[in-house]
């Protein structure tokens, strides 16, 4: 707008000898297009670069969430094999393997529903549904989990759920699970604990009672929560964890595909 200006006075001046309004409208009336056509040019432009850059973005985070998915998925298959040579029956694997790997789904298409983000509220309820009459929640922390935490987290959850059915309180009438959901600075503490059900054993010393179950709620679950904590009381099976906020989720999601990476290794 300066230049159009400045060229305009230069031309009356050198140009034209007395004022004339007509062409003083018509020159105007060209450098406001001039201007609309340049502005309008460099927004197109910008445009264009933000769209690249966006690409680029999206490109980067989906080889990032591929390569984690991969990871988690050769860690499930990993642990769902024996600890053994002995042979896998058709039954072991459908057991321990494909129901795992459809939790995986499952929490991918939660996450996709969500367009990006789950709450942990959400998630814990999701994994308990059907179980309303028998397992409680305590507690709403307002935590947004990423799409990597929700999918470690929903196989921990899984796990929970899973043994709570077949060896758990939740095998029987009368058993009850209370989830406390604790919010502090730190994280969200979540405190899974069953009563009234049959009574539980810790596993051998030597590790060979060390499932996949145990993998999960121990290795795995410390590559992205601290203080996991695991009881087998006789009156009922707890366990514990701190999930971090998500103030850093690049640190957040490095450190648990650092996890899965270990698990894996």
């Known amino acids: 707008m300066l230049s159009a200006l400045l060229a305009g006075l230069s031309q009356w001046y050198l140009f034209i000898p007395a004022y004339n309004w007509l062409g003083v409208l018509s020159y105007a009336i060209d450098a406001t297009l001039c ?53 896998v029956s058709p039954a072991l694997f459908k057991d321990r393997l494909l129901v795992r790997l459809q939790a995986m789904l499952d929490a991918n298409q939660y996450v996709g529903d969500s367009e990006g983000e789950v709450a942990l509220f959400d998630l814990v309820r999701g994994q308990i549904r059907g179980l309303d009459n028998q397992v409680r929640i305590h507690g709403r922390p307002h935590l947004m989990l990423n799409p990597q935490l929700t999918q470690n987290f929903s196989l921990i959850l899984y796990e929970l759920v899973t043994n709570s059915l077949k060896y758990g309180a939740l095998s029987t009438a009368r058993g009850r699970v209370h989830i406390e959901l604790l919010e502090s600075q730190a994280g969200v503490v979540f405190d899974w604990t069953e009563l009234h059900g049959p009574m539980v054993s810790a596993p051998p010393d030597d590790g060979s009672g060390d499932g996949f179950g145990s993998r999960i709620l121990g290795p795995f679950a410390r590559g992205f929560c601290s203080d996991v904590r695991i009881a087998y009381d006789p009156r009922g099976f707890r366990y514990a964890l701190r999930i971090p906020l998500q103030g850093r989720p690049q640190a957040a999601r490095s450190a648990a595909t650092e996890g899965i990476r270990a698990e894996v290794i």
Do not use: C, G
């Open 35 to 87: 201007v609309l056509m340049i502005e309008y040019i460099n927004r197109t432009l910008e445009k264009e670069t933000e769209a690249k850059q966006h690409q680029t973005l999206l490109k980067n985070e989906l080889h990032h969430r591929i390569n984690n998915l991969f990871a988690v998925i050769q860690s499930v298959i990993r642990f769902s094999l024996p600890n053994n040579d002995a042979p």
